[in-house]
């Protein structure tokens, strides 16, 4: 079955530590997306990647890194710079880069937390 | 500045009965407006998509609006389930912002009651 894959599903962070999460899609999309949601918010952009070795900032970006060397795979990277960084990470894609014609496929999440 | 604006409070009904839920946008012209579910620590999954020159898509017991005048959406599920029971989020893709990507409201919790 295509889809969406997060890992891990719980992850912990110490003080100063940068941490890594992981999204893998076999749905053959180009455009890949993190969000962040926190309780009872909507979700908010982070990065967004319209194709292999292109990504842009979304709404808060600040303490955050991406990168996108392969198509499936679009990893996440919370650095010691993000002082919040306590949330439900969402990693999504679609098709293509539209202008929103088309619905987006999401993970099942990561849930990061403090140490 | 630009908001979307779902109603925080849950929204509780009776089984049986027609659940109606409202999106609300300010300064935004979307183009396209879609409806989201979410479970508990699970991601969204897509319903709907409706155009800004649709007024009206059904799917099953799902039906959507979009009243561009109004600058509002509803979301309507009728003869609702328990199972209906989850998080709806709407969620807007303006092309007046250069930005390829959603942008999504904090979504509303319906309970449906047995």
């Known amino acids: 079955d295509g889809g969406i894959t997060q890992s891990p599903k719980y992850l912990f962070r110490k003080e100063g530590q940068n941490v890594t999460l992981s999204c893998e899609q076999n749905l053959n999309h180009d455009a890949m997306y993190w969000y962040r949601q926190d309780p009872g918010q909507g979700l908010r952009l982070i990065y967004y990647?319209?194709?292999?070795?292109?990504?842009q900032k979304g709404d808060i970006a600040e303490g955050y890194s991406v990168s996108r060397e392969k198509k499936e795979s679009f990893p996440l990277t919370v650095t010691s710079a993000q002082k919040n960084p306590t949330a439900f990470y969402l990693c999504?894609?679609?098709?293509?880069?539209?202008?929103?014609?088309?619905?987006?496929?999401f993970g099942d999440g990561t849930r990061l937390s403090i140490l | 500045s630009q908001k979307i604006e779902q109603n925080s409070e849950a929204l509780n009904i009776q089984e049986g009965k027609t659940a109606t839920l409202t999106c609300n946008y300010t300064n935004y012209s979307p183009a396209y407006l879609q409806w989201y579910r979410q479970d508990p620590g699970r991601g969204p999954v897509f319903l709907l998509l409706?155009?800004?020159?649709?007024k009206e898509k059904r799917k099953e017991r799902l039906k959507v609006t979009f009243d561009t005048t109004l600058k509002q959406s509803l979301f309507h599920i009728t003869a609702s389930q328990p199972a209906d029971s989850a998080t709806y989020l709407c969620?807007?893709?303006?092309?007046?912002?250069?930005?390829?990507?959603?942008?999504f409201g904090s979504g509303t919790r319906l309970q449906v009651q047995p």
């Open positions: 409706i155009r800004e020159n649709e």
């Open positions: 999504a894609s679609s098709p293509s880069p539209g202008q929103g014609h088309q619905p987006q496929h």
């Open positions: 990647s319209q194709i292999v070795n292109d990504f």
């Open positions: 969620a807007l893709a303006s092309m007046d912002t250069g930005r390829r990507a959603l942008t």
